[in-house]
């Protein structure tokens, strides 16, 4: 199943390249940027969101998508083709705090993605479709759509970690 295969994806994409990272490190960045540890934070805000919000609709019944035309093909170009816009802000709900505890936000990032991976494993594929949480940017969505952006959001982080490393490993004294 394509769901599970992005969510299994997740964490070896965020991960495993921070491993290394200690002390100081993980709130390094260039001025105007975020750090690893706020990029990190800022992803598991995102994943936790929505699985409380998937566990909030889990028994409703009889939704219906609501999207204007503009998220809907926002949508389709972003889930279909998997090209993260680099140039939209972050909503100030999923904004990570200056300073975050690389270990608490590890765990919370691990946590959020196990609660998708539970939806996931709880509700049947023809269920997972019927609910929706809404985005701020695509309208709402459904269980794998959102399963689909997480995906696409990390990779889009990912590189960001990987220059970020590349600039902490350029700039060590």
């Given at each position: 199943m394509k769901v599970r295969r992005q969510l299994e994806r997740l964490e070896p994409m965020i991960l495993d390249p921070v491993r290394p990272v200690e002390g100081g490190d993980w709130h390094r960045a260039p001025d105007g940027k975020?750090?690893?540890?706020?990029?990190?934070?800022?992803?598991?805000?995102?994943?936790?969101?929505?699985?409380?919000?998937?566990?909030?609709?889990?028994?409703?019944?009889?939704?219906?998508?609501?999207?204007t035309p503009r998220q809907a093909l926002l949508r389709h170009v972003m889930?279909?083709?998997?090209?993260?816009?680099?140039?939209?802000?972050?909503?100030?709900l999923a904004r990570p705090p200056d300073r975050p505890e690389p270990e608490q936000v590890t765990a919370e990032f691990r946590m959020g993605v196990e609660r998708l991976g539970r939806l996931v494993d709880q509700l049947p594929e023809g269920r997972q479709t019927e609910i929706f949480v809404a985005h701020p940017f695509l309208g709402d969505l459904n269980l794998p759509e959102w399963v689909r952006f997480h995906y696409l959001h990390c990779r889009h982080h990912s590189s960001q970690i990987e220059r970020l490393l590349g600039w902490i490993a350029q700039n060590s004294n």
């Amino acid at each position: 199943m394509k769901v599970r295969r992005q969510l299994e994806r997740l964490e070896p994409m965020i991960l495993d390249p921070v491993r290394p990272v200690e002390g100081g490190d993980w709130h390094r960045a260039p001025d105007g940027k975020w750090s690893i540890a706020q990029i990190l934070s800022h992803l598991a805000i995102g994943i936790d969101l929505v699985g409380v919000a998937f566990e909030k609709r889990f028994d409703k019944n009889d939704m219906r998508r609501r999207a204007t035309p503009r998220q809907a093909l926002l949508r389709h170009v972003m889930l279909g083709v998997g090209k993260f816009p680099t140039s939209v802000e972050s909503p100030a709900l999923a904004r990570p705090p200056d300073r975050p505890e690389p270990e608490q936000v590890t765990a919370e990032f691990r946590m959020g993605v196990e609660r998708l991976g539970r939806l996931v494993d709880q509700l049947p594929e023809g269920r997972q479709t019927e609910i929706f949480v809404a985005h701020p940017f695509l309208g709402d969505l459904n269980l794998p759509e959102w399963v689909r952006f997480h995906y696409l959001h990390c990779r889009h982080h990912s590189s960001q970690i990987e220059r970020l490393l590349g600039w902490i490993a350029q700039n060590s004294n």
